[in-house]
């Protein structure tokens, strides 16, 4: 029995939790796995109900679970609180407080994707890649603060990083490497940020321990354009938050939406799972909302958290299913063609696992 802490948050966050839900759902029905639900308020949700966006109902409540899945926070609503009360500082507190240390982040641009890519298909065929993004360090969490100096504001962000802090990261990148193509590509500022200076030697001191993997150095700027330019040389970049944080907002459009992209955050303890995007309030409430990185965030739980492999894969299977079939959401969908509401994508989703699974056992 594996209990599942929900979080689903703001704006479109229930939507596409509610989608996630209905999958899993399917997968507990297919596979005769027993899985509970608890859904808990965080975020603009926390505020509102709680007076804090992380309340302690809330972290009570995940201590018991097996697995979190969040679905996004923050809004116009509570734009105008200072940072320490908005709805993000729950996301913060939250990933500090569970030590989720590596942000999983893939991409992958399956062929039937290709003609939603900005790039030209050439450019793009055969993608397949993953973000390692340090989670709970850097100038997310570094003193900070905005003062009156000669006559003006000034403001400042830290970013620090302890050598521990860059090790266990580093090592996640080298590891998901291995289990994949074996190509580390290393993301830093390492020619202007002393913190990328102690991260590149990091990374040189482990590659020994590491002889099957291939590892590059690249500075971001480069990075970011080299995304754009080639996708397909990379297989795992790994870097620190900020820069992890923005490359995978610009990697996810290669996949035809950032609605597309899942994460896995993971740590010593119980791990998180979210879709990389945000509470997108232009369309919240509308059906207009991509549940695919939510549903495949839960995939990701499946196999992290669970080690339930063949139900991962099958959910993994069963969105590509349905994305064959021609099914889009509002944001994949090509002029004069029809989309499908968030709703009916999830219930596509959901009917084409336990399909799958009544297949195999027919
Ligand atoms: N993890 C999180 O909870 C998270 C992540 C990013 C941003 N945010 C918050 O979300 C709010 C909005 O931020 P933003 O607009 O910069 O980023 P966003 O990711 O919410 O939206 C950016 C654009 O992508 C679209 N979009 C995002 N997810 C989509 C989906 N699943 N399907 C279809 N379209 C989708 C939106 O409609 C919008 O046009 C802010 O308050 C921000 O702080 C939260
Ligand atoms: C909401 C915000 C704090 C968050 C981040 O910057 O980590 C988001 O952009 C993300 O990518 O999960
Ligand atoms: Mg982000």
């Known amino acids: 029995m594996k209990s599942i802490a929900l979080l689903p948050g703001d704006g479109i966050g229930p939507e596409v939790i509610a989608e996630a839900k209905k999958v899993l759902a399917a997968v507990g029905a297919a596979y005769g796995r027993e899985m509970t639900f608890e859904s808990y308020p965080f975020g603009g949700a926390g505020i509102d109900e709680c007076g804090d966006p992380y309340p302690e109902v809330t972290a009570a409540g995940i201590r018991r679970s097996s697995a979190i899945l969040l679905g996004a926070v923050g809004g116009p609503r509570w734009d105008a609180l200072p940072l320490e009360q908005r709805p993000e500082r729950g996301i913060l507190r939250l990933r500090a407080d569970l030590d989720v240390y590596a942000n999983l982040r893939p ?3 399956h062929d039937v994707l290709l003609s939603y890519c900005p ?6 065929k055969g993608t397949d890649l993953v973000i390692v993004r340090e989670l709970t360090a850097g100038i997310y969490y570094g003193e900070r603060g905005r003062s009156r100096a000669n006559g003006e504001w000034q403001a400042y962000d830290t970013c620090t990083y302890t050598a521990s802090q860059i090790e266990r990261v580093v090592r996640a990148g080298f590891e998901t490497a291995q289990k994949r193509r074996k190509i580390l590509h290393s993301v830093d500022k390492a020619n202007v940020m002393t913190t990328s200076g102690l991260w590149r030697e990091i990374v040189g001191d482990l590659a020994p ?3 099957d993997v291939k590892v590059h150095h690249l500075l971001i700027d480069n990075a970011a354009m080299q995304m754009m330019r080639s996708p397909s040389q990379f297989d795992v970049l790994v870097t620190e938050n900020l820069f992890g944080d923005i490359l995978s907002d610009e990697a996810s459009m290669l996949a035809g939406s ?3 992209i899942p994460s896995a955050s993971l740590g010593p303890d119980v791990s998180l799972y979210e879709p990389i995007h945000g509470s997108a309030p232009d369309i919240a409430g509308l059906g207009l909302s991509n549940p695919i990185g939510t549903i495949l965030s839960a995939a990701m739980m499946l196999r992290h958290s669970f080690g339930w492999e063949a139900e991962a894969d099958a959910v993994e299977a069963a969105v590509f299913r349905v ?7 509002r944001d994949m969908t090509k002029v004069g063609t029809e989309a499908v509401t968030t709703s009916e994508m999830g219930s596509l989703v959901a009917e084409e696992v336990l399909k799958m699974s009544a297949k195999v056992a027919g």
């Open 107 to 109: 991409v992958r641009v």
């Open 119 to 124: 790039l030209r298909p050439e450019l793009a």
């Open 209 to 211: 321990e590491y002889p």
């Open 258 to 260: 950032i609605g597309m």
């Open 323 to 329: 994305l064959e079939e021609g099914y889009r959401t």
